[in-house]
């Protein structure tokens, strides 16, 4: 993980005037994050630091509370998208 995170970071020196690549190293750096915190909360589990529940939970509603929340996430990064619930 290190050597992903070093490497954007120089990637992103080089590509500081080019903004399409700008914009992909930032979403390659925001995904690297989320991984990075991905393995350190499976690693928890391993380790029995954090105790994992399982539940049911009821697919549609989820599904709908997650399609919910997209408009305001694309407004707030101020981009544009349609989406259509069935």
């Known amino acids: 993980m290190t050597t992903l995170r070093n490497g954007l ?3 992103s020196l080089t590509a500081s ?3 399409q ?4 190293l930032e979403m390659m750096s925001r ?3 989320h ?3 991905m393995v350190d909360d499976l690693l928890a589990v391993s380790q ?3 105790e994992l529940r399982k539940a049911s939970v009821n697919q549609v509603e989820l599904t709908r509370q997650a399609t919910e929340s997209i408009p305001a996430l694309v407004q707030q990064n101020q981009r ?3 989406f259509k619930n069935p």
């Open 9 to 11: 970071q120089t990637l």
């Open 17 to 19: 005037t080019n903004a």
């Open 21 to 24: 690549a700008t914009s992909v």
């Open 31 to 33: 995904q690297t994050e």
């Open 35 to 37: 991984l990075v915190r």
């Open 48 to 50: 029995g630091k954090i």
């Open 80 to 82: 544009e998208g349609r």
